[in-house]
Nanobody, 123 residues
Framework: QVQLVESGGGLVQAGGSLRLSCAAS????????MGWFRQAPGKEREFVAA????????LYADSVKGRFTISRDNAKNTVYLQMNSLKPEDTAVYYC????????????????WGRGTQVTVSS
């Protein structure tokens, strides 16, 4: 089983940037497509971005397209989420997860999940 640990969250002003990292142990991440989700207070968890096993293809939610970039470094067993032009509505706990689907989107496509990292964007 793969263990995932997210990091890089924090408090940032609107318009600022953060880079989240998702480090894996226990299994090689190159065996999995990866995704990022987020959950804001009082809301359901929602899809943010996904990337294929090799990093050749990516997919984004419309709400983050053009502002967020998902990437991976399989040699470091780590996946990243670069978040630019942050908005207060991006405030949420961000989770990374593994999937055996080629380019997953639905929550049930994902297997192992991290515990999340808090991102707070002030206006």
């Amino acid at each position: 089983q793969v263990q995932l640990v997210e990091s890089g969250g924090g408090l940032v002003q609107a318009g600022g940037s953060l880079r989240l990292s998702c480090a894996a142990s226990g299994r090689t991440l190159s065996n999995f497509a990866m995704g990022w989700f987020r959950q804001a207070p009082g809301k359901e968890r929602e899809f943010v971005a996904a990337i294929t096993r090799t990093g050749g293809s990516t997919l984004y939610a419309d709400s983050v397209k053009g502002r967020f970039t998902i990437s991976r470094d399989n040699a470091k067993n780590t996946v990243y989420l670069q978040m630019n032009s942050l908005k207060p509505e991006d405030t949420a706990v961000y989770y990374c997860a593994t999937s055996r689907t080629v380019l997953p989107v639905r929550e049930f496509d994902f297997g192992s999940w991290g515990r999340g990292t808090q991102v707070t964007v002030s206006s």
